[in-house]
């Protein structure tokens, strides 16, 4: 069974640019999430989808970032413009609808300098 | 503000010795908890899950434990090894919509 695929696996950018990340979940599952790990942190949930509605982007900065999930599959998550405090890897992960066994991309490391 | 955090930061462990992993969380509401291993350059890799109304569960090495009283749940691992070294994480998820919040990590180095 194919994992999650994410995309670029590493990105650097100035600050004020714009940068974009995508993601293809696991087929067949239902939910898809968008996590952001600093450095010697835990990953943060972004934002949640299930289909292509929103389930929870209560901790996503919408002044700069924004998600999308238009036909329920694929992903992209936007920084515009990015900030240096959003370095960090960008986690995408998927699951069923009862949210069991959410599983997780290799990441996006995003650096901006 | 409600959390989940790890008692340890680190911890170093001789190969083949037994290692625990502890993890407390405060939401009493969350009823379903993973741990996660994270290599370096990896994403979280799902190790084993506990719903609340079980108190231990066990897989291959590996064994969680819940104590709903305290809030606190473990990972314990058997005969570790070397490719054990990693950052683990515990995460819950709370009642309502499937989210999952994880705690800050313990990073686990495994001395041959």
């Known amino acids: 069974e194919a994992g999650v695929a994410q995309s670029p696996r590493y990105k650097i950018i100035e600050k004020r640019q714009s940068v974009a990340f995508w993601c293809n979940p696991i087929?067949?599952?239902?939910?898809l999430y968008w996590y952001q790990q600093i450095l010697g942190q835990g990953p943060k949930l972004l934002i949640q989808?299930?289909?292509?509605?929103?389930?929870?982007d209560s901790q996503l900065p919408k002044d700069r970032f924004s998600a999308e999930r238009l036909k329920g599959v694929d992903s992209t998550l936007k920084i515009q413009p990015a900030k240096l405090e959003d370095s960090a890897v960008y986690l995408c992960?998927?699951?069923?609808?009862?949210?069991?066994?959410?599983?997780f991309g290799q990441g996006t490391r995003l650096t901006v300098v | 503000g409600e959390s989940v955090g790890l008692h340890l930061p680190t911890l170093s462990v001789q190969e083949g010795d037994n290692s625990i992993i502890n993890c407390a969380y405060s939401n009493s509401a969350s009823d379903y908890f993973i741990w996660y291993k994270q290599e370096s350059g990896k994403g979280p890799q799902f190790i084993i899950d506990i719903r609340s109304n079980m108190d231990k569960r066990q897989g291959q090495r590996v064994t969680v434990l819940l104590n709903k009283t305290v809030k606190h749940l473990s990972l314990q691992i058997a005969a570790t090894q070397p490719g054990d070294s990693a950052v683990y994480f515990c995460?819950?998820?709370?009642?309502?919509?499937?989210?999952?919040?994880f705690g800050t990590g313990t990073s686990l180095t495994v001395i041959p």
């Open positions: 087929s067949g599952h239902a939910t």
């Open positions: 992960a998927s699951s069923n609808l009862l949210g069991t066994e959410a599983f």
């Open positions: 995460a819950e998820m709370r009642d309502t919509g499937n989210q999952f919040y």
């Open positions: 989808f299930q289909n292509n509605g929103v389930v929870d």
